[in-house]
T-cell receptor
Framework: DAGVIQSPRHEVTEMGQEVTLRCKPI?????LFWYRQTMMRGLELLIY????????DSGMPEDRFSAKMPNASFSTLKIQPSEPRDSAVYFC?????????????FGAGSRLTVL | EDQVTQSPEALRLQEGESSSLNCSYT??????LFWYRQDPGKGPEFLFT???AGEEKEKERLKATLTKKESFLHITAPKPEDSATYLC????????????FGRGTSLIVHP
């Protein structure tokens, strides 16, 4: 398996533009997570899905952020409109049963810079 | 609310100089403590899971230990390739299946 695949790896955009980050989890993993990592706050959970259904989105900072998982092999995290404070590395991770959500396999991340 | 505090924030060692990283935690009923390694430009990579006080896990030069309040990641005779950020995470018994991460310890091992 190629692991968790994220795209794009790097994104530079201007304030106010829409940003879409993409994730392909490992086949057979039934949990999918979106995290954001910054120097100030470390690794923060934004939202997670179980069997394509959003379970907890309490970490999503505000309505500008949205996430979808239309099928078991694809998820998106969208920011609209983007702001400079959204600059961070965004990680997608998935988890394999029967360990449930305990052990996560992370993608390589998408580094977002909002100018 | 589960809390994880890691120390030190950064650690510089000479090759062969053994040391330990600390992870202090507060949870309601520990369901698991996890160590991850993160290399620059990459996502965290799972190392160990510990479930109960007194438990130990080893992998090459790394040994993780667990007490009721903290975990240690012991690094014996480190090599430059051990340089990375080490993240600790805990899962409590509050009903959430999601681990809470600490901010990590950045380790640099000089040759």
């Amino acid at each position: 398996d190629a692991g968790v695949i994220q795209s794009p790896r790097h994104e530079v955009t201007e304030m106010g533009q829409e940003v879409t980050l993409r994730c392909k989890p490992i086949s057979g993993h039934d949990y999918l997570f979106w995290y954001r990592q910054t120097m100030m706050r470390g690794l923060e959970l934004l939202i997670y899905f179980n069997n394509n259904v959003p379970i907890d989105d309490s970490g999503m900072p505000e309505d500008r952020f949205s996430a979808k998982m239309p099928n078991a092999s694809f998820s998106t995290l969208k920011i609209q409109p983007s702001e400079p404070r959204d600059s961070a590395v965004y990680f997608c991770a998935s988890s394999f049963p029967p360990t449930g959500a305990n052990v996560l396999t992370f993608g390589a991340g998408s580094r977002l810079t909002v100018l | 609310e589960d809390q994880v505090t890691q120390s030190p924030e950064a650690l510089r060692l000479q090759e062969g100089e053994s040391s330990s990283l600390n992870c202090s935690y507060t949870v309601s009923g520990l369901r698991g403590l996890f160590w991850y390694r993160q290399d620059p430009g990459k996502g965290p990579e799972f190392l160990f899971t510990l479930y109960s006080a007194g438990e130990e896990k080893e992998k090459e030069r790394l040994k993780a230990t667990l007490t009721k309040k903290e975990s240690f990641l012991h690094i014996t005779a480190p090599k430059p390739e051990d340089s990375a950020t080490y993240l600790c995470a805990v899962r409590g018994g509050g009903g959430s299946y999601i681990p809470t991460f600490g901010r990590g310890t950045s380790l640099i091992v000089h040759p």
